[in-house]
């Protein structure tokens, strides 16, 4: 999963003859997204190339709340959380997404209520994910809600489609697809993080 430097220099160059491709403004964002060899801001400023062409861009916004809340740590703008909140697309899958990065706001700001709420939202538009019903599992294991938390890491596991193995060829670095699989849905992931969900079962 290691990126290239080799592979940021040619798809620079590709940028510079069409700085409108948001196809490629995405893989470079996402060779920046990650700690500890990406850049924030460089991430930062490819994704608001994407929104100052398509300012209603739900991956891009997607991208936008995981860099905030998972690699810098930080509160999203209000903006943002507003636009996670009130955005409608054509696509429950995107619709399920924008929901659950919504609840990363509400889980950062404490507010457990309002998280549960997100997550609920998402699950009821895309209930083939992964991540959604290890976060609400999560909240219910600190409410006392073994039984109901424990159902909710079954249907997680169930319904995970790709785990990778250490064969780094496996994950294309450059592709949104996979990105959104392994990080916002959960739907391919590591076999160490499925180990960590299957855990959550000894509860």
């Not at 409608?88 to 990065?101: Q, T, V």
Request: charged share 25%; hydrophobic share 40%.
């Amino acid at each position: 999963m290691k990126k290239t430097m080799n592979n940021k220099k040619i798809l620079e160059k590709k940028l510079n003859q069409n700085g409108k491709n948001i196809d490629l403004l995405f893989k470079l964002a996402l060779l920046e997204i990650e700690p500890p060899e990406g850049d924030d801001v460089k991430c930062i400023a490819y994704l608001e190339q994407i929104l100052a062409l398509d300012k209603d861009n739900v991956q891009a916004l997607i991208l936008f709340a995981y860099l905030h809340y998972y690699n810098l740590f930080e509160h999203a703008e209000e903006d943002l959380i507003n636009k996670l909140i009130s955005l409608k697309s054509p696509s429950d899958e995107l619709n399920s997404m924008l929901r659950y990065a919504a609840s990363w706001a509400f889980q950062f700001k404490g507010n457990s209520e309002k998280q549960i709420f997100f997550l609920k939202e998402s699950i009821a538009l895309d209930p083939k994910n992964v991540f959604h019903y290890v976060g609400l599992a999560y909240n219910y294991f600190e409410q006392g809600k073994d039984l109901e938390a424990k159902e909710l890491v079954k249907k997680a596991l169930g319904n995970i489609k790709k785990v990778y193995t250490d064969d780094p060829s496996e994950y294309d670095e450059t592709n949104l697809n996979d990105f959104l699989g392994n990080n916002i849905k959960g739907t391919y992931l590591t076999q160490q993080m499925v180990n960590i969900i299957q855990k959550m079962l000894d509860q």
